[in-house]
């Protein structure tokens, strides 16, 4: 199956139903899981200057959490924090793919809509068309 699973967390109720998922994956494979928590910033203004979304500390505590529950399931999980510009969390997630070579990614959907997902971006969607590996997409 997968020895090498990378799941991506939010703050989400999606993020914690693609946990569950990780682990059972991991749980099946005896596999390895990253768990990548990416702390955005949005750009402001013309100078271009850049504030972040959350705290890094509550971003810190998101992916230590995740990897704390796995590691107590029996997992060697891993936690990732990693800063992005809003908007470009799906190429930050695919390249993380890449460097650890997992065998899948598995991450959390908000279940916009294909227009509002059109509209408004969805990060699942472009980690699709990126990814050269499989992607779960947890509802």
Do not use: C
Request: glycine share 10%; net charge negative; aromatic share 2%.
């Amino acid at each position: 199956m997968y020895e090498k699973i990378l799941v991506a967390v939010d703050h989400s109720a999606a993020s914690d139903r693609a946990l569950a998922a990780a682990k059972d994956l991991a749980t099946l494979s005896k596999g390895e899981v990253w768990v990548l928590h990416l702390q955005e910033r949005e750009i402001i203004g013309r100078a271009g200057g850049e504030a972040p979304i959350e705290s890094e500390s509550d971003a810190v505590t998101q992916a230590d959490a995740a990897a704390k529950m796995l590691a107590e399931a029996g997992i060697n999980a891993h936690a990732e924090v990693r800063e992005t510009v809003f908007g470009h969390a799906g190429g930050e997630i695919v390249a993380d793919a890449k460097l650890h070579d997992v065998g899948v990614i598995v991450m959390g959907s908000k279940g916009r809509s294909d227009m509002a997902g059109l509209v408004l971006g969805s990060t699942a969607h472009k980690v699709i068309h990126l990814s050269d590996r499989p992607v779960l997409v947890v509802r």
